[in-house]
Structure formats: C-alpha cells, structure tokens
C-alpha cells in the first residue's frame, strides 16, 4: 500500500513540470547573481569610462586620472565628500547603493596604489548625505586636496593602458 492516499497521488509525468519550474528558478537566481557581478564593471563602462578611459587614466588637462588619487582621496572625509561630489558621481543616474558599489569597484581595480589597510567602503546611505550637493569648482578642490596631501602639482599624467579593465570570469 502507498503512502500517499490515491486522491492526492500524481502520475510520474505530472512532477516533470514541478521539476522544471525549480530547475528555472535556481537558473534565474544563478543569472541573477552573475548579473550582479557584472554591475560594477559594467556601471563604470556605461557612466564613466567616456571620460575616465578604460584604465582609469583620464585625459591629462580636461579629466583627471583616478588611478593614483582615489585611494588617497578615499582614506579621508575631505576627500571621500569630493568623489561623491564631483559632478560624473553627483549627477549620476546610478542608485546610491549601485554608486557606492561602483566606487569600491574603482578603488579595488583602478587604483595604482594597493588598498590601505583600513579602507572604509562607501556605503549607499553615505552617498545618499553628500551626492545632492555637487561641487561648483571640482579643479579647486582636487588641487587643494592634492595640496593638502603633499602631492601639489603631482597629479599623474595619464597612462595610455586601455587593457586593465577586465570583465571577472564566470566560475
């Protein structure tokens, strides 16, 4: 006898398309998640890398380089409220959680210099304070971070490296 009372037994056939549904669902949770490791690169691609270049070097007299100021500028308060205000951040149509997760992308994969030890993320809610007020002279104030930091009239000249953005592989 079957453990199952007959009323509610179903035919072999009729779990095809239970199993079917889960098998979809685990797939759309695994794009999803491959999605989302994308969204950083691609971010940077679509709002940034315009300007900024693949590598981050920028074009020397009209866009800075992020690659040997981020780090810096992201280990003070000063310096943090710059990035988020400069007008390609403040502006941006990006979420402030997609924003923040953009910027940790940048420092992680731009940057010349290596994380510091200490290194604070940005955080959405922290964009969310600081990115309504976008800077009405950004030049100024990189060159007084610059200043600020020991590095006045140091602000690097543009590498031509276009291969160091990379996609992260799947797997």
């Not at 900024?52 to 409220?81: W, Y």
């Not at 710059?82 to 924003?99: E, F, H, K, M, N």
């Not at 604070?120 to 600020?148: K, Q, W």
Request: proline share 10%.
């Amino acid at each position: 006898m079957s453990a199952v009372p007959a009323a509610r037994a179903r035919p072999a056939g009729a779990r095809r398309p239970l199993v079917a549904r889960a098998g979809l669902a685990a797939a759309g949770l695994l794009l999803a998640a491959a999605a989302q490791a994308y969204r950083p690169v691609v971010d940077y691609e679509v709002n940034c890398q315009g300007c900024h270049l693949p590598d981050g070097s920028g074009e020397a007299g009209r866009v800075p380089s992020v690659r040997r100021t981020l780090t810096l500028f992201s280990m003070s308060p000063a310096g943090r409220d710059y990035v988020i205000r400069v007008p390609g951040v403040s502006q941006s149509s990006l979420s402030d959680a997609d924003t923040a997760a953009l910027l940790n992308w940048m420092v992680a994969h731009l940057s010349d210099d290596p994380l510091p030890p200490g290194f604070v993320p940005y955080t959405g809610a922290e964009v969310a304070r600081v990115r309504h007020r976008p800077l009405a002279d950004p030049a100024r104030r990189r060159a007084d971070l610059l200043r600020a930091a020991g590095r006045a009239g140091k602000d690097p000249a543009p590498r031509r490296d276009i291969s160091v953005v990379k996609r992260p592989r799947n797997g």
